[in-house]
């Protein structure tokens, strides 16, 4: 695999390796520009290569979870960061955010696995009902959480307080609910506010 690679990298090509390599020994034939290790599983099927298994020392980015998708950008923006282009197919993401909650979190990595890029829209509601964020404070809290897996892969604007969506004939876009897990289902922006308010941080 290694002079494998070795050939095409002379020939001008850009190669990715795709292979096990159990020891230091192993990974010194690639003598690789940039290591994955894709740390998903505790023992791998074939016993005597579990016995010769060294845990990597030195690797650029650690894989951790069996989610393909989300971990391709990570690595990929890493190696060349991702810049935004309104003209590519966008999913969009309206709400209120009152904060940004992990149930918010969680529906993002659902849908940014649709395009790629997710345009984030903030109703304009502060000061109706208990909406107590400016538009400021809102964007600040998602930016915050999201920055560190996928910067420049979202865009947060501020739009009125929208109550109703309508379309008329094939428009060229669809509108479909994403259903999560039931426990990230419950998380309430309403709790949570309430909890804020019972420690002092919120009036």
Known sequence: MADLAEKYIKGGFKVVAD???PTPKTRELFNADYIIWVDTIDRGRFEDTNK?????EKFDFQVTTKNAELWAYQIADQLIPYKWNNRKPTAQMLGRWQPFHDG???????????TGQVCIQVRDVQGVDDNPFNFDTVKKNIEERLNPKYKNRFKIMLVPNITN??????VGYKIEEVILPEKIQQISATKIRKEMRKQGKLK
């Open 19 to 21: 292979f096990f390599c």
């Open 52 to 56: 010769m298994f060294v845990k990597p």
């Open 165 to 170: 969506i309508s379309y008329g004939r094939g």
């Open 104 to 114: 918010h979190y969680a529906l993002f990595e659902k849908i940014i696995k649709k």
